[in-house]
T-cell receptor, first 111, second 115 residues
Framework: RKEVEQDPGPFNVPEGATVAFNCTYS??????FFWYRQDCRKEPKLLMS???SGNEDGRFTAQLNRASQYISLLIRDSKLSDSATYLC????????????FGTGTRLQVTL | DTGVSQDPRHKITKRGQNVTFRCDPI?????LYWYRQTLGQGPEFLTY????????KSRLLSDRFSAERPKGSFSTLEIQRTEQGDSAMYLC?????????????FGPGTRLTVL
């Protein structure tokens, strides 16, 4: 079983739709959580950190449920430019900020 | 451009050859990480340096792989006797550690194809 699991998709949604991605992690000794975005053949870029209280950045909302070891990302009012792969990332306690990535969920926003 | 840079961006080599990649981190960043990403997968941790010290190596890093960061600035990753399974994108990231989980900034990667 992978340490960080995501539905690979692809998720095909029309512009303006709301889409949600889920991620589960297996190691309860987890310290920090992030969503990264990766465009085709490009490097990953930090989208947002994920906090226990939930956090929002414009059209993006991230949630963390430590009891269920579950992370989510909600994108509202999808834009064509949101088309990318979204990577769920965990840092485990005592691993010196080593990032553990999920396989990524691919999003394609269409007209 | 003050971001992380990697060289070369693409490398095609024949099986059995040695290759070396370079990473220049963001200036003043004290941590440098190497990751490998294969098609359809997320990046996987290979190794990291704090200044010039290599503090952790993944089990993915076989004896054919070696990484250095001699002066605590740029880093090199060498793969000896390349195999087709080494074909991947090799990503470098750097960060400034100040006690809290640090934000890692990735370079554009070196795409290796082993024929």
């Amino acid at each position: 079983r992978k340490e960080v699991e995501q539905d690979p998709g692809p998720f095909n949604v029309p512009e303006g739709a709301t889409v949600a991605f889920n991620c589960t992690y297996s190691n309860s000794a987890s310290q920090s959580f992030f969503w990264y975005r990766q465009d085709c053949r490009k490097e990953p870029k930090l989208l947002m950190s994920v906090y226990s209280s939930g956090n929002e950045d414009g059209r993006f909302t991230a949630q963390l449920n430590r009891a269920s070891q579950y992370i989510s990302l909600l994108i509202r009012d999808s834009k064509l430019s949101d088309s990318a792969t979204y990577l769920c990332v965990v840092i485990y306690t005592g691993t010196a900020s080593k990032l553990t990535f999920g396989t990524g969920t691919r999003l394609q926003v269409t007209l | 451009d003050t971001g992380v840079s990697q060289d070369p961006r693409h490398k095609i080599t024949k099986r059995g050859q040695n290759v070396t990649f370079r990473c220049d981190p963001i200036s003043e960043h004290n941590r440098l990480y190497w990751y490998r990403q294969t098609l359809g997968q997320g990046p996987e941790f290979l190794t990291y340096f704090q200044n010039e010290a290599q503090l952790e190596k993944s089990r993915l890093l076989s004896d054919r792989f070696s990484a250095e960061r001699p002066k605590g600035s740029f880093s090199t990753l060498e793969i000896q006797r390349t195999e087709q399974g080494d074909s991947a994108m090799y990503l470098c990231a750097s960060s400034w550690v100040a006690g809290l989980p640090d934000t890692q900034y990735f370079g554009p990667g070196t795409r290796l194809t082993v024929l």
